[in-house]
């Protein structure tokens, strides 16, 4: 078992639609959640992080954390083309792990107008 | 504020070469780690370094190296270049603890001939 799957793609949205992208992790000790937009050709790009159980919000974006089962996603609303990237899942252990991130492999979403 | 900064942008070496990459974190940033991310995946966690010591490394050879100097910058380094080292390094800095979000440099893009 990966330590970090997200749900496989690539994910294909209509522009102004919702797009929902999932993640699960297998650490019970996991403390920090991040998700990263990742442009092609370039560096990943923090979007959100998510600490407790509950959802957070910024602007279109909604992360949602649950440790129980061991689930955290993101949602986008209205989605527009410039959104059409790969989003990467992140988790930290936290205490000694310090700062290792462990990442999934990435959703691919293309939103088309 | 400038962002993290990594240098070369880009690097084509042969196999058995040895190489550098630089790293300068976020103003105030006393902690950088180092990924490996090759096309198609997730970063993969190499080294963490804070307050110049290391705090965490990744499940990769004893040829891969790195330190971290006075003021935060950080250096990796690479012995003995395999094809299957080909991959974009990317350097992120944080200000420290475990649960503080990691911001990405631009990386370097490596090419083994």
């Known amino acids: 078992q990966k330590e970090v799957e997200q749900n496989s793609g690539p994910l294909s949205v209509p522009e102004g639609a919702i797009a929902s992208l999932n993640c699960t992790y297998s650490d019970r000790g996991s403390q920090s959640f991040f998700w990263y937009r990742q442009y092609s050709g370039k560096s990943p790009e923090l979007i959100m992080s998510?600490?407790?159980?509950g959802d957070k919000e910024d602007g279109r974006f909604t992360a949602q954390l649950n440790k129980a089962s061991q689930y955290v996603s993101l949602l986008i609303r209205d989605s527009q083309p410039s959104d059409s990237a790969t989003y990467l899942c992140?988790?930290?252990?936290?205490?000694?792990?310090?700062?290792?991130?462990?990442f999934g492999q990435g959703t691919i979403l293309t939103v088309h107008p | 504020d400038t962002g993290v900064t990594q240098s070369p942008t880009h690097l084509i070496k042969t196999r058995g070469q040895q190489v550098t990459l630089r790293c300068s974190p976020i103003?105030?940033?006393?902690?950088v780690s180092w990924y490996q991310q090759v096309l198609g995946q997730g970063p993969q966690f190499i080294f963490q370094y804070y307050e110049k010591e290391e705090r965490g490394r990744g499940n990769f050879p004893d040829r891969f190296s790195a330190r971290q100097f006075p003021n935060y910058s950080s250096e990796l380094n690479v012995n003995a270049l395999l094809l299957g080292d080909s991959a974009l390094y990317l350097c992120a800095s944080s200000y420290g603890t475990s649960n503080q979000p990691q911001h990405f440099g631009d990386g370097t893009r490596l090419s083994i001939l």
């Open positions: 998510i600490y407790s159980n």
């Open positions: 992140a988790v930290s252990a936290g205490g000694t792990s310090y700062g290792k991130l462990t």
């Open positions: 103003s105030g940033h006393k902690s």
